[in-house]
């Protein structure tokens, strides 16, 4: 799947960020080992790309978020398994989407015949 969202994030142009100011972490869902989708407040979705596989994150049922002073930064914070391996899953890219764009990474991987 990994490669399908690298290629979504390029075909799509989504905009890439390096860090997000004002940081209240919401929700979230998984995407797989690599990739997750945050909120920030409200319904402000992001795509989170991480460095490298984050060991059970695609089975996980709660994720912590590591940021500092109200920022989530790329390169920088990490995300991290409670009840999985303690290993830091370090954020590499953050990337906003629009409704549409999360909703259409939601869909990859999943059958075609499967409704919501």
């Given at each position: ?41 409200f ?22 978020v ?51």
């Amino acid at each position: 799947k990994t490669q399908f969202y690298e290629q979504f994030i390029v075909e799509q142009e989504l905009e890439s960020v390096n860090k997000l100011s004002s940081f209240r972490f919401d929700r979230w869902n998984s995407l797989g080992q690599q990739h997750l989708i945050l909120y920030r407040r409200f319904n402000e979705p992001y795509l989170i790309t991480l460095t490298g596989s984050c060991y059970d994150l695609e089975h996980a049922s709660a994720i912590g978020v590591n940021y500092h002073q109200n920022t989530l930064m790329a390169k920088f914070d990490s995300i991290s398994i409670p009840n999985g391996m303690p290993i830091k899953c370090h954020i590499k890219t953050i990337h906003k989407l629009t409704k549409a764009q999360k909703k259409a990474l939601q869909a990859i991987g999943r059958p075609r015949d499967s409704t919501e």
